[in-house]
C-alpha cells in the first residue's frame, strides 16, 4: 500500500521561505513521478510541479524561479522549497504519486495516488 505524508505547512509572512515535504511508503518515491499540486480557497486544485523518475523537473510558468521541487531517495521523501512566498501562495498544498508512463503531469488525474495536504498561509 503506497501512502503520503505531507508535513511542513503553517503560517509564513509575505516574503518568507517554506519547505515541505512527502514521505513515500510503500514503494520508492523514484519508482514514481511525484508532483505538488495546490487548491487554493474557492479555486480548483492547480499544478504546481513536478518531478520524473528520471530527475527532470517542470513548474508552473508563475511559480518559476520561487519554488523547486527535490527528492532525497534515501530518505524516500519528496521536497518543495517555497521562496518569496506571496499572499496568493495561500492554498492547501498535496502531494501526488504516479506509477504509470503517462505525461500529462499538469493534470491531477495522471496522478493515483494523494497525500492529505498540508495547509500554507501567507500573510500581508
Known amino acids: 500500500q503506497v501512502q503520503l505524508d505531507e508535513s511542513g505547512g503553517g503560517l509564513v509572512q509575505a516574503g518568507g521561505s517554506l519547505r515541505l515535504s512527502c514521505v513515500v511508503s510503500?514503494?520508492?518515491?523514484?519508482?514514481?513521478?511525484m508532483a505538488w499540486f495546490r487548491r487554493a480557497p474557492g479555486k480548483e486544485r492547480a499544478f504546481v510541479t513536478v518531478?520524473?523518475?528520471?530527475?527532470?523537473?517542470d513548474y508552473a510558468d508563475s511559480l518559476k524561479g520561487r519554488f523547486t521541487i527535490s527528492r532525497d531517495n534515501a530518505k524516500n521523501t519528496l521536497y518543495l522549497q517555497m521562496n518569496s512566498l506571496k499572499p496568493e501562495d495561500t492554498a492547501v498544498y498535496y502531494c501526488?504519486?504516479?506509477?504509470?508512463?503517462?505525461?500529462?503531469?499538469?493534470?491531477?488525474?495522471?496522478?493515483?495516488?494523494w497525500g492529505q495536504g498540508t495547509q500554507v498561509t501567507v500573510s500581508s
Open positions: 510503500g514503494r520508492t518515491v523514484n519508482n514514481f513521478h
Open positions: 518531478i520524473t523518475r528520471s530527475g527532470s523537473t
Open positions: 501526488a504519486a504516479d506509477s504509470g508512463w503517462g505525461t500529462k503531469y499538469f493534470s491531477p488525474d495522471e496522478y493515483e495516488y
